[in-house]
């Protein structure tokens, strides 16, 4: 019997485990995850999760584990991974032997340096658990502190506010949005989020984070005070990648996988948010994606390729987000790019098409309300996988179908 | 059966290869013509999500979720993978005179 062993059970190592199964694997598959919930998908956990309360929006229920025959092992962490002996090691001493391994062990919150997590006032947002317990605080006349304007930090304060908490987001940077969103698309969020009440205050250092059994006090360097019953700190994630360095497996910014998510080992897989990866499209630049369609496809494929199979992980980055009634959807890396295109959609829906020096789309980052640019940013993806070099002018008309492009 | 026809629309309102919305009595649909220049419908709503698919993209015989790349067969219904899992519904689409009607019986 050939057994393998999937560490990490969140969407990827979920994803990864039916994926198997789908494709014939007829061995063991052991899904290993250290949260007590059944694997779940993250995106809700900063929207429904907060607003309505919801449960965990499982990726499957509990039956199609054992329909599939996925022994899912859950509420228990791996301590190391033993390559000689290849078996994984559980912290309580269990051990589960394996002939493959998958590696996606997601990543973590960044913590603000002098400012612990804590299970009280200070909190992240990546569990369901975290979800519920920031919930906890944010109802009408709570005021909650955000550290971070990027997705976490500001998906949260649209949910907070919808709550009726009062909202002040605290960013470092001169902006919002400065990672890999175009400054037009930063500025319509932020318009938005000034709209609906939120404090946005650009350029904030903290000096000090005060929690008191009442309150927490983020103290800002230039003197201000900012006094909330909450402070979540969303500023950034740490890919988990001791657990292969300890192993001995390459890490560069995460497990260090090549072009077919292979680690170091050939007999160990990495995929997801932990993993690092060269992209091709991308002159072959090596990217860690945290985003829920990553972790979905990379999953997906790292299972294909477990069984001998020889996909690239050469997919379009793509990734969304939802604050209040808009969308916001990015297809691509734009940070090489020599020109950009806006195209005007209605609604005050637009998409910003960046071009390579040599005519190549490489990205497009749309807003809009609900699904307004969802199907154009789709095809921008297939544009940009394809390598198309297309007409601004076609581009920036919206009587222009981008199928068409495509096409042609 | 033959009083459940519901008109839709004019048959040249949907482009080929693409997808309109159509609401009836509370009840959302998408209403396909394919590149064959057939017609079909399932239901609006995205098994996975409830997204509407009437803003997704239509390749071939596939609708795509604009929110998550669900994919399904829209003249089967069938789901074609992750994220999606559960089948749409179909409904029987017939076209006279150049109007596109829809039985949701």
């Known amino acids: 019997m050939t057994d393998f062993v999937i560490v990490g059970a969140g969407e990827c190592g979920a994803r990864a485990a039916f994926a198997l199964r789908d494709r014939g694997f007829d061995g063991t598959i052991t899904l290993i995850g250290s949260e007590t919930h059944l694997p779940y998908e993250r995106p809700p956990l900063s929207k429904d999760a907060l607003v309505a309360g919801a449960g965990p929006k499982l990726v499957a229920e509990a039956e199609r584990y054992g329909e599939a025959g996925i022994a899912l092992v859950c509420g228990r962490t791996v301590a190391s991974i033993d390559r000689a002996g290849r078996r994984v090691v559980l912290s309580d001493g269990a051990a589960f032997p394996y002939d493959r391994l998958l590696l996606a062990t997601g990543a973590r919150p960044r913590a603000l340096p002098g400012a612990p997590f804590s299970a009280g006032r200070i909190r992240a947002l990546r569990s369901h658990d975290d979800a519920v317990a920031i919930r906890g605080h944010l109802s009408r006349g709570s005021h909650v502190a955000i550290l971070g304007g990027g997705f976490i930090g500001l998906e949260l304060a649209a949910s907070a506010r919808r709550l009726g908490a009062t909202v002040t987001l605290l960013e470092g940077l001169p902006r919002i949005l400065t990672r890999g969103v175009p400054v037009e698309i930063a500025g319509r969020v932020a318009e938005r989020h000034a709209a609906e009440g939120v404090e946005i205050l650009c350029g904030a250092t903290v000096a000090a984070v005060e929690e008191t059994p009442g309150e927490v006090r983020v103290r800002l360097s230039d003197g201000r005070v900012v006094p909330a019953s909450l402070l979540v700190v969303g500023i950034g994630a740490i890919p988990n990648a001791e657990l292969a360095a300890a192993a001995g497996l390459a890490v560069d910014n995460g497990i260090a996988v090549d072009g077919h998510l292979r680690t170091s080992d050939p007999d160990i897989f990495a995929a997801g948010d932990c993993t690092s990866y060269p992209l091709p499209l991308y002159g072959g630049r090596r990217v860690r994606l945290e985003s829920w369609r990553n972790a979905q496809e990379q999953g997906i494929l790292a299972a294909a390729n477990m069984l001998g199979g020889d996909e690239p992980a050469s997919a379009v980055p793509w990734f969304w987000s939802d604050q209040y009634d808009l969308t916001l959807q990015i297809a691509g890396l734009a940070d090489d790019a020599a020109q950009t295109v806006r195209r005007d959609m209605g609604e005050g829906a637009f998409i910003l098409f960046h071009l390579a020096a040599d005519g190549r789309l490489i990205a497009a980052s749309g807003i809009g309300p609900g699904n307004a640019v969802a199907r154009d940013i789709r095809l921008a993806e297939m544009l940009i996988a394809a390598g198309v070099r297309a007409n601004p002018a076609d581009l920036a008309s919206p009587d222009t179908k981008l199928k068409k492009l495509l096409a042609a | ?105």
């Not at chain 2, 409830?50 to 089967?76: Q, S, W």
């Open chain 2, 1 to 105: 059966m033959s009083d459940n026809w519901i008109e839709v629309c004019d048959a040249g309102e949907i482009d080929e290869e693409d997808v309109i919305r159509f609401d009836h009595d509370g009840r959302t649909f998408a209403i396909y013509r394919s590149p064959e220049d057939t017609y079909h419908a399932t239901d609006g709503l995205c098994t996975h999500e409830k997204i509407h698919l009437a803003d997704g993209l239509v390749m071939d015989n596939i609708i795509e979720c604009p929110k998550h790349n669900g994919r399904f067969d829209y003249k089967t219904g069938e789901a074609k993978g992750a994220p999606v899992c559960i089948n749409l519904r179909t409904y029987p689409v017939k076209v006279e005179s150049g109007t596109v009607f829809i039985s949701i019986s």
